[in-house]
């Protein structure tokens, strides 16, 4: 019996001896992956307020004078409130574009069986596979025979249907898990589809929207490729496009790049901040039946 017991203890604290090491080791993992995303946002901050010498000669050490010589210079080398404009009117206009349309889309596809709905999803599923830079001949060719190369307009549609697989699956994930017993309701009481769509399913699918939203507007937001090819004056260029003024072939203005890339990015990182609990809300939420 003695050894029986024995045995027991061991085993149990054999068990708890790799839950501790599993704990340590998952803690562990997430604070290195926590510090390899907030370091590099940290040192750029820091480095702003810095001089080009301090920033050559003592990368790691914080500012000796805090100024803002960086960010008044970044306003003097590009035109940073013109791009800013540019950004938040593409950005958002491309956002309201992809999340209204696709949402139905999405949401004909999760209810409704047609002709040609695999063939749809594997076609819009492959496309997630395909680089943005295989796109860029192609998109460039179309944009520029209809006439919008260099407007705002052609950057809105081509953002528009960059997000589209993405939005689709989100949404269509996140419709799948909703019960068809709240729409049979509303047709009940007389609501047609697009009437059922609007007050009934959108505010359900509150969480999924605002996620396909947030990732749509960060698209736009941040993408660079497709803003300099199909633009090429300042009244259409957007944000990441800026950042190009601070470079030249022998010389670099690394205290205005590095505020001027504080500037570019802290919209995206307030958004997501303020928009995390949705998101992952709705990645849950969607998995259920995705």
């Not at 999405?106 to 395909?130: D, G, H």
């Not at 009481?189 to 505010?203: K, L, M, S, Y």
């Amino acid at each position: 019996m003695r050894s029986l017991a024995t045995k027991k203890n061991y085993k149990s604290e054999k068990i708890r001896g790799i839950r501790i090491f599993t704990s340590s080791f998952s803690i562990l993992f997430q604070l290195i992956i926590v510090a390899i995303s907030i370091l590099p946002i940290v040192w750029i901050f820091f480095s702003s307020f810095k001089t080009n010498g301090e920033i050559l000669n003592s990368s790691l050490s914080l500012p000796k004078h805090w100024n803002f010589y960086g960010y008044i210079n970044a306003f003097k080398i590009s035109p940073l409130h013109k791009f800013y404009a540019n950004s938040i009117i593409i950005a958002v206009t491309s956002t309201i574009l992809n999340v209204f349309f696709v949402g139905m889309a999405s949401y004909v596809i999760a209810r409704f069986n047609f002709k040609f709905k695999k063939v749809i999803l594997i076609t819009l599923s492959l496309s997630l596979f395909l680089p943005m830079t295989s796109l860029i001949h192609p998109v460039y060719m179309t944009i520029n025979k209809i006439g919008l190369y260099d407007t705002k307009a052609g950057l809105i549609l081509v953002y528009t249907a960059l997000g589209l697989p993405t939005t689709l699956f989100l949404l269509n994930s996140y419709f799948l898990s909703i019960p068809k017993d709240i729409e049979e309701a509303a047709y009940i009481d007389g609501a047609g589809f697009f009437r059922t769509f609007i007050q009934i399913i959108v505010p359900v699918a509150r969480p999924g929207f605002a996620t396909a939203a947030v990732l749509q507007f960060l698209l736009s937001w941040n993408e660079f490729l497709y803003a300099i090819v199909l633009t090429n004056s300042k009244e259409n260029r957007t944000i990441p496009v800026a950042l190009s003024y601070f470079t030249s072939q022998f010389s670099f203005n690394y205290t205005s790049l590095f505020a001027a890339i504080v500037m570019v990015s802290l919209p995206s990182i307030i958004l997501f901040a303020l928009m995390q609990e949705q998101v992952v809300s709705s990645l849950t939420a969607g998995s259920v039946k995705g």
